[in-house]
């Protein structure tokens, strides 16, 4: 076998029927010609696709060759929708700080290929509490919460303070210093008092919509025995 | 205002109403004063009770003032169960070894005074994938997985792979070197490449079993519109 | 010079003129010769004296050198007080939980050696925030605070988002895993991104009173020009 | 709700009543937009405003719609004075090398705009000693002092020494190798054996001139009751 | 001496007699005239050649003076064959990710210098396990396995569980936020559970690769006593 | 199913098919009855048994289950031979330090185990070449050598540079200070200069003997086609 | 070869031609038998000889085979003079604290044992800088300095600064918190700003003592060509 | 005071007289202002100076300012000579690997400055002993030894050895993966088991050659009593 002929990629086509999504590719470090094999091979898929941190020029790679595919830039994805909508209501993402807002919506858009209506509460950070304590309602009425900060992470601890659902912690590389990338908001996430908080790995937008959606569509399509 | 008076224990007794639960109160570093200070405000408390990381000689104190305390000696929990049982089924607790146990049992025991029913699958790492493999029916019907795992922590990112709910990842501090007292296994965890995969504090079975707990009950209790 | 005549201690007689403070001798890792030599040192100065992270064994030695000498046990120290007491009011100590109480009676006592009358609010974490916005009042009324915080340390943020007089964060090392004895909590108070806030060392009273009382004795020792 | 429409921003307007300074705007990784939308809401403010960390491209869209924003290059901030300057006399601001220049302007820009006259004592380090003894006298008449320092960080602990009043240290992004960015110098300080001395995160020049500022203007301010 | 004239290079010509194998030459950092001067050194070694991390530039310089230097775009190689290939039966390369190809490549590429035929099986993860297991027959048949994988680096303990020859483990710095650069997977492996795993550095395909062409090699041509 | 009776421990037996050895037992933080459960279990296993990391108490357990079990006190193992030995030669276990003997003699045993003769070579560390040098024979006789080494850890790679077999370094717990309890060996390990060494975890003598055994093994089992 | 008679013990006997000074053993994880071959072997070693970290039963297994061993136990050394004190003149050992003295006391008594006389300075650090200026003249004449800290180890910087001899610099542990067990104060030193200060590893007396004495021997040795 | 005339360089007149060397300038991150008017203060000095880390455009502001001024680019040092040469002997520096060279130049070229002349050995690490071996003669010869060593840094150690003078160890960043910039290697040599090993900052030359210095013109300058 030459290296000039490895078969490099090798789509996990089963995952539709295993984990109730299809495969979300994630882009960074992939050549143009493992974009393209990828989306070639998803082509004729019938479940939604989502391609992470993908660049322009990326998506264009992808565009070519699956017409249907939609760019969205403030969240780095590109989707296909191969599915009607459900419309799965109780997500919510909110955010510390205007600068976390593109993990944010990472995780808001993949939410909503997965078939969820998603609540967004931006910069509503910890330092300004009254800012947080007027969207108390919207909160306690959600059934999964993806809630992102950088800096020292505090607002999770505070969300899952008032609330009785599962909350999704992001820790994003917002910050300086000894914020160490993100591993300050992290380290603050998995040391939360509060409970009903797990944490995702920096950044991680995808990881916190995909667990929140999961959580939200279970909960549409659960029938008692 | 003396040093001597001060007023030390203030307890979260909204917490019930707010976030579904009353009080886990965690024991380490407590003076025993304080042990039988929130033993004594619980009294009368209508929701169940939770003391994490007892000590023997704490659960002693506790049960002097709360004779329906019980013991959970693998767990190290004290438990005052003051509801019905709901019984809810779907939460699983799994463990990658036999050490993990303890830490599994945390999970679980919390879950169970949430109302949930548990299945546990102990030591079925990831070495031996056969032994994993073996138990996919029960992990695929489940709604909520709890992953413990030390040493270097995988078995989260194969579970993750099998199922479509949500799994809950724990690592333990089981292992030695370069394990880190379980910063490896919470590494790999937050690295994980499956999806649906959100992670606790090293060894904080509480918070896990809480969090699988939430998801399982929300679903239970959960009305659509 | 022979190693069994080494001059081992030098006081800085010259303390108090300069820092407005006589010495504070930190205990651990000194001999019980190096403890009484300091003791006999000290045995005329005019100024207060604190001994800190002193043992029971380590006090009886003082005390029988400086009979005027006081044992704190909470606070793990040991003062001596020679100066009349001019009680300064604006200083308060605020803890997240109950386990922090050690670290705020060290910052609290020392405040006190130091001329100051010190408000104590303990047990008020931000997971149950209606505790803490029970006490704004007391809080805003101060004039420098000292927020002690173990686990994910989120207090002096949302306390230094409430008030506009200097907070001083301390770290505790209460809390396990990824903790990391104290790493996480004063990675959180550096990253914090309320205004006012700077921070001490891990489990670091004393400093954090001293800062604290010496912005509050200015405060009351100033004449404006 | 639609992704295109998603209110990003949410301005903390108590905090003026409430900390006793209006909003200081951190500006990396906010988008133009954003940048643009905070200068507008903040267009009819009657406190003095501040944009850190600010890139000229930055500025020039702030002073498009605040004409009165004044660029402070070597302190990286964007300023508008909105009330008239109290000029509280008490805060000076040191540093060790020349290249802690920048972070000890971003202190003392941030502290003039809170109402205090600055004095700079720059390039004293501690390895010539004999220039830091020279200032002695600036020092012992100061109220509160910024000590700003990268490579090994020693200079706190030295001004510590030899002053009574509050010293807020700044560690510095100086250096290479084990300095780590700064963690080097921010360890040194928070292992400071020098007594009055805290700490702000990494090359936090805001963070310090704002905590000193603090104490100085509640010291102009404070009526003995 | 002038420092015009140092030696600054001085090859290991014994290496081939006492390893059984010529120069590896690490390019990065390596001044062009540094890369030429060892060019010209090796222009009659008798023993394969490689130089690795070699940026195209670098190439050619080696290019203009050994015209048998053939370049490896994937593999960031240059190899010059002065031996004829015996072709050696047993190696295997396999790759958790695409991503993770061009370290595969790597190891791939030296062992096949060393004169190993290598099975290549790139993109088998460990989150989709039947992709894995598809392959058990290829990896079963292996004498010496390279187990390339970034994230949280899993696959090399799925693999250990499932053969009985050695695996070598290389941790890809591929991944984000708390992978820290391929700390994550590094750790993983370390401390992996499934037995016959040791490790190399991160991306250290030279390194795994030459590992296991030796342990290849060492089979084909061991002589029983 | 109640917390009493949840089965704890589920042994791997298809390893022995699969990976050519039996069960190895990680002992630590196992209960009395975890160790006895698992010394029923193999009570009629046909293949080699090794307890690790087992104290004495724990080997009295074992012993009184499976009376042909034997102590090996210097390396902490309990084995059971259950198959004749085949004495493969090849193997050679190395140190730096006499410290580092427990490690070495954990890998030794355990090779020894698993059917290898294995050479001894111990205290020979690179400070004092000429120790290292008496023996470069014995060295390039091997055909898998195990080096153990704390402090610096500088062993393995002088050892790569003299041999052309592979070379399986441990890093040991050895040694005070920045060596963080064997990280800094570990790390020299894993940057070495030299080819052909891969590094197992901290003090993982079990894992390296392992690993330079299945080398052995296989050469002297290999069959060429 | 048995694991029973294993040689575990290759004393380094060309050291003292090599190196100028006999063996220095380092005790701890050497067990009774290895401390007492060790000693055996060294019956009649004609050089001085050091056994560091001893515990008091260590030495006493020394002195029972070496009579003229001498135990010095603030330094934890035992030591065994077999050469004439040739009483060379320059080395000093300075101290900023007085819990740093057991450190300095290894440092200072292995000088002695190579020939030194050795002028102690301790307790002199840097935030009362009186005390160490006022012993500048004793500073100026030393031929190679040893500078013991902990805490924040900022001493190091200060002394480099005002003398133009070797500054060997030793972080010690003590101190608490984010001083990591001495990694604060070797962070600081191997930073520091000061010209001509080298460092060794956390409380490693010996070698800096080691490093000054070779220094100042070298100088009364030293004969010009 | 106005932002715009504040002092930001103080130059250390005093230190050639104290430290017997003058001004060694630090360029990275000062501005072309401020190099410029470190140049201009130096115009009539009557030591050497150093401008260390100089990219060519700083170097070209200093030489039309200083005319005299002599550009060593592999050193990235400019140099202004303005005493005459001693020629001292004794000092050597060497290097693990031909990437080390431009630190070493950066020692070599301080030690030149510094009165010394520089045997340099380069490229001669330690996995390909012979290499190293082939100059014992040079090495124990020296007086004082500049060690340079990236990857897993183990060069010292041997040298140590080997030796009987000083040896100042020096890491670089050269490497990948786990070397973290240079902490692999300072790691090592801190931990060295060689005595008379001391260790300066990653990449710092300038540190290491002083050091060398130092000892050297120390040992021809020295006058025994």
Request: a negative charge; aromatic letters at 4%.
């Amino acid at each position: 076998m030459s290296a000039e002929n490895i078969r490099e990629i090798r789509l996990d086509i089963h995952r539709s029927a295993r984990t109730g999504f299809s495969e979300i590719i994630y882009c960074p470090g992939k050549s143009d010609e493992q974009i393209a094999d990828i989306a070639r091979a998803l082509k004729d898929a019938s479940e939604n696709i989502l391609f992470s941190r993908v660049s322009e020029a990326q998506h264009d790679i992808i565009a070519s060759i699956l017409p249907d595919a939609v760019f969205h830039p403030k969240a780095r994805l590109t989707g296909v929708r191969r599915q009607e909508n459900p419309h799965y209501e109780g997500a919510a993402v909110i955010t510390a700080g205007s600068s976390d807002v593109p993990v944010a919506e990472e995780a808001a858009v993949t939410a909503e290929y997965m078939g969820c209506d998603v609540k967004r509460l931006y910069d509503v950070g910890v330092a300004g509490l009254h800012r947080l304590l007027a969207h108390v309602d919207d909160l306690q009425s959600a059934k999964a919460i993806v809630a992102v900060a950088g800096m020292e992470g505090a607002l999770p601890t505070v969300v899952g303070g008032l609330v009785n659902c599962p909350v999704v912690a992001v820790p994003t590389s917002t910050g300086y210093g000894i914020n160490l990338g993100g591993v300050a908001p992290l380290l603050t996430m998995l040391n939360s008092c509060a409970m009903g908080v797990s944490v995702v790995n920096i950044d991680n937008g995808i990881g916190a919509g995909y667990m929140a959606a999961t959580i939200v569509r279970q909960l549409h399509t659960f029938k008692k025995a």
